[in-house]
Structures are given as structure tokens and as C-alpha cells.
């Protein structure tokens, strides 16, 4: 199994952050986590793309975690050559999401179906809406979802995706919660996005403080990785902005809550985890 973080930004734009994104190579293919800005082009960096992947996840509906799926649901379509349905996976609104999505596309999809022979077939993009257990399966690939609290945000979910006696999470927005908790236990990585409240309350913005009651600061994610045994806590969607050279603040919070291994993330990020015994 290989963790890529394809996006490591926040709803802030970054000239070197994308939008939220994860990708985890498995036994049976690429399964993308969420789709923020310029998913497409790191997924291309790290050598996967529209056609490359086996179902697409969303922890919800934020709009920085789906603002390019209107590009996976076009490139998929545009650049097949025969029908390949798009497998999305998320929360209740996950399929009236899409359905405004295409409704919002049909311009360019009327305008590529009269230009193109070849292409005679609508997007087909296939949502399945999820609150809770086994969500997909397929050879020793496992993705297990549970519910997270980013109220007023509702439903959210994380997943756990298990192969080759593997396991990482992706908690998506949340603050700490028991749904979380038992997702995460005894995982080789959860990747987790943070927030530190020291800085936004030193900027002291109204919209920037408002996103302290709904998401997990560096320390509280610690604290869920320590108590979920994860072996690997990535750090990801920082806000605000990681400042140059102060990375290792970041890590310092982490680790006063946390004894394993510490990553802060960048765009292209690589876990490894080998298969059990290897």
C-alpha cells in the first residue's frame, strides 16, 4: 500500500498547496480521497489520473474537498473510449452533488457530444451514499467508513482502507470523536488535517476563528493518534498556512501528544507501508 498526498492545502489558496486530496495505491488499483483544487495535476505528477481510478471517496461536501470533481467526472468521460462509469463514494448529498454537478456541465457535455463521433454517451458517474460499515471490496481491499463530528457540517465521514494487512485512515474535517477513535485503532497511518489554534487566535479574524469549534488542532490529533496506536500520523489541510522554516512547530505540537512516527505533509507526499511481513 502507497499514501500519496495529492493535496495538503486548505480553503486558502497556495501557489505550492493543492486542494484536499489523498491517494492510496492499493493491491487492486488507485482509490482518490476527496478532490480539491488541482487534484487532476498532482494526480498526473504521481503518475495516476481520471481513467486510473477504482472509486473516488468523499468525507463531505465542504467545498474545498469537491471543488474539482467536475473535472474527474469530464476527464474520465472525455477521455474514454467506450463508457467507464465513475464510482463516487460518500455522505447523504454526495448524489444531489453530482447531479448539480452534471446539471452544471451539460453545455460542454452537449458541446463535445456534437463535435465528437466517437463520443455518444453521457457521463455516467455511479454514488453510492454512506454513513457507516464496509463501503467497498474488492480482493484484499477493505474500506470501512464511520461518521466524524464537523457540525454544522452533517454527515461527514472518515475511511479506512485495509490490504495486505495494512491499514490507513483518512479523517477528513472533524474534531476528536468516537467515531474516529474506532476507525483509527491499531491503523499503520492516519492522515488527519489540522488546524492551530495559537496562530488563528493571535490573527484573531472572525471567519478564521470560526473554524476552531469544528475542526482538530495539531495536538488533539496527536492525542487520537496516540490513543488509536496509530503507528503514522500525517499531518495535512494545515491552517493557517505553514510559515517557511516552521514546519517543525507543527511536528513539536504533534509530538507532545503523540510517540510515533510524525509527518507534516507537502503536495506529493509518500508513505509507504509494505505488506505485513515484508
Same mark, same amino acid.
Given at each position: ?6 493535496g ?34 498532482r ?39 467506450q ?22 456541465l451539460?453545455?460542454d ?14 457521463p ?37 482502507i485495509? @490490504?495486505?494487512?495494512?491499514? #490507513?485512515?483518512? %479523517? =477528513?474535517? *472533524?474534531?476528536?470523536?468516537? $467515531?474516529?477513535d474506532r /476507525? ?7 492522515v ?20 476552531? @469549534?469544528?475542526?482538530?488542532? #495539531?495536538?488533539? %490529533? =496527536?492525542? *487520537?493518534?496516540?490513543?488509536? $496506536?496509530?503507528?503514522? /500520523? ?10 517557511p ?28 507501508l ?5
Amino acid at each position: 500500500m502507497q499514501v500519496i498526498i495529492l493535496g495538503s492545502g486548505s480553503p486558502i489558496p497556495a501557489p505550492d498547496r493543492a486542494g484536499p486530496s489523498t491517494l492510496v495505491r492499493t493491491s487492486v488499483g488507485d482509490l482518490l480521497f476527496d478532490a480539491g483544487r488541482g487534484v487532476l495535476l498532482r494526480a498526473t505528477a504521481a503518475m495516476s489520473g481520471a481513467l486510473s481510478f477504482k472509486a473516488v471517496f468523499l468525507t463531505h461536501l465542504h467545498s474545498d474537498h469537491v471543488t474539482d470533481l467536475n473535472d474527474l467526472i469530464t476527464t474520465r468521460w472525455a477521455m474514454s473510449f467506450q463508457p467507464t462509469p465513475l464510482t463516487v463514494i460518500g455522505p447523504a448529498g454526495t448524489a444531489t452533488l453530482v447531479q448539480r454537478t452534471e446539471a452544471m456541465l451539460a453545455q460542454d457535455i452537449g458541446y463535445r457530444l456534437a463535435h465528437h463521433e466517437n463520443l455518444s454517451w453521457n457521463p455516467d458517474t455511479q454514488v453510492t451514499e454512506v454513513s457507516e460499515g464496509v463501503v467497498f471490496e474488492e480482493g484484499d481491499v477493505r474500506v470501512t467508513a464511520a461518521p466524524t463530528d464537523h457540525a454544522p457540517v452533517h454527515p461527514t465521514v472518515a475511511f479506512r482502507i485495509d @490490504d495486505g494487512g495494512r491499514s #490507513v485512515v483518512i %479523517a =477528513g474535517d *472533524t474534531v476528536p470523536c468516537e $467515531g474516529l477513535d474506532r /476507525l483509527a485503532a491499531g491503523a499503520d497511518a492516519l492522515v488527519h488535517t489540522v488546524i492551530r489554534r495559537d496562530q488563528i487566535e493571535a490573527l484573531g479574524i472572525p471567519r478564521l476563528i470560526d473554524v476552531l @469549534d469544528y475542526h482538530s488542532t #495539531v495536538p488533539q %490529533a =496527536g492525542t *487520537t493518534a496516540e490513543r488509536a $496506536g496509530v503507528g503514522t /500520523l500525517v499531518l495535512t489541510h494545515m491552517v493557517p498556512p505553514v510559515q517557511p522554516g516552521a514546519g517543525h512547530e507543527w511536528i513539536e505540537q504533534a509530538r507532545s501528544e503523540f510517540s510515533g512516527e510524525i509527518v507534516l505533509a507537502e503536495d506529493l507526499t509518500t508513505i509507504d507501508l509494505p505488506a505485513a511481513g515484508q
